[in-house]
């Protein structure tokens, strides 16, 4: 509860610099920002996550870094004693001067201030020698300034001079979050890998394989999700509500009831302890049903407008959603495939709001990955055309710094461009929408035959997963050094 006295006084407006490179680091970053929530410190943004080489003492792992946007009354020594309070109890212990730390928090600028005393300065005095500080400031208020008498440029030009000051330095890339059981997604790396997210509908009228996988008895799905895991498959898709077009729509207890006992199972053996679960609902109750059960993902159609609680609850849960691009519901959305300034412009458009309304209900940025949507609300040609420009939202304007999931497998569109009327004979037309997705910039694709998609997939990321002079990177996906 906020203390009266501090509740009463104006609100200071500062940012804060958030930095782990020991353990979990989005634990530790995501711990620190709720115990800063505790004490009155109100984060009004939050910046992506990068991945940096340690400077100065330059013999330690790379930190996760980033900043925060933080409203409180709080003076600037009670801010500086909160922060320290934070650290400790999430058990800093200062060893050596800027040496390994599990969180570092830095009081960056606090208002207009300018304050120099013997264990604080304000602004932080290396702050304009740090990419892994300019960058995160530029993603949260790239018009911001410094305040007199720091230089008079924007948080962007600051970095842009640094940039040009340091050519050969690497840039710092995006880290988002999937599950515990899976590396980061380095979103901006040219030698990312992309992850293989596998299908399972236990519904009965899904348009590929409804009926097809029973969820009375899910030992029976065992022999199916070892072949996923086999073939390469590090997210499973769940869902138990249908949505193609038209679909009826079943209570929440027939959905949960439908994916619960296999989400249950999954996490019961301990062979499938890596496989990352998503469950495929736009209903915030089965949602938080399905992550206390295991889940770790939240898949949604709707990307949080069909159910006004469910941004609220993934923020809560401290869980990934996917937020994918859809007008009106499944019932509706056939009839609002209308996009007058172009379908590309139109989902970028329509996707920042919802990624706005995210991050204003407290999901971090590092915990959104983006659909497009495919064949939901889109013509034949509106989905072609987003598989031919797909670039143009993965590596341009203000989406760019997350990762992006597409789902075109077995696909109505495919079936009438290919002549092939039954869906789960669609895979040589999926295999080529597969492969443009990935050349598109696709971190994540969501596919149904599993094994043919996995060499399509290995294939693709052979070709266009390359570095600056064409070779591709054995390292470690998530190593951008």
Known sequence: MADPEIASRPQVKAFIGLGSNVGDRFEMIESACREMEKLDIRIHKLSHLYETKAMYVEDQAPFLNGVCEIESA???????????????????????????????????????????????????????????????????????????????????????????????????????????????IATRSPFRKTQMMAVLNLTPDSFSDGGLHSSSDP?????????????????????????????????????????????????????????????????????????????????????????????????????????????????TMNDLTTYPTGVIYGIRTELLRRVNAALAAGIPPWRIVLDPGIGFAKTQAQNLEILRAFNLLTDIGELKNYPWCIGTSRKGFIGKITGVKEPAERAWGTAAAVSAAVKGGADIVRVHDVKEMAAVVKMADAIWRVGDKGKTNSKKDGDTS
């Open 74 to 184: 709080l003076t600037l020594g009670k801010l500086f004693d909160a922060l320290q309070s934070v650290e400790m109890k999430l058990g800093r212990r200062k060893t050596i001067d800027k040496g390994p730390r599990n969180i570092d928090l830095d009081i960056l600028l606090w208002d207009d201030l300018a304050f120099d005393q013997e264990d604080l300065t304000i602004p932080h005095q290396s702050m304009l020698e740090r990419s892994f500080v300019l960058r995160p400031l530029r993603d949260i208020n790239g018009n911001g300034r410094m305040p007199f008498p720091m230089p008079q440029k924007t948080f962007k030009e600051h970095l842009k001079a640094l940039e040009e000051k340091t050519p050969n330095d690497p840039q710092p890339k995006p880290l988002s979050r999937i599950a515990p059981s899976l590396p980061p």
């Open 219 to 331: 030992t029976d799905l065992i022999p199916l999700l070892r072949s996923f895991v086999s073939a390469g498959t590090t997210i499973l898709d769940i869902g138990g509500q249908s949505t193609r077009p038209h679909a009826p729509e079943v209570s929440p207890s027939v959905e949960l009831g439908r994916i619960l006992p296999t989400i249950q199972l999954i996490r019961s053996l301990s062979e499938f302890s890596s496989l990352a679960i998503s469950v495929d609902t736009y209903r915030a109750s089965v949602a938080r049903a399905a992550i206390k059960a295991g889940a770790n993902i939240i898949n949604d159609v709707s990307a949080g407008s069909m159910d006004q609680d469910m941004l609220s609850t993934a923020a809560e849960l401290g869980v990934t959603i996917i937020l994918m691009h859809m007008r009106g519901t499944p019932q």
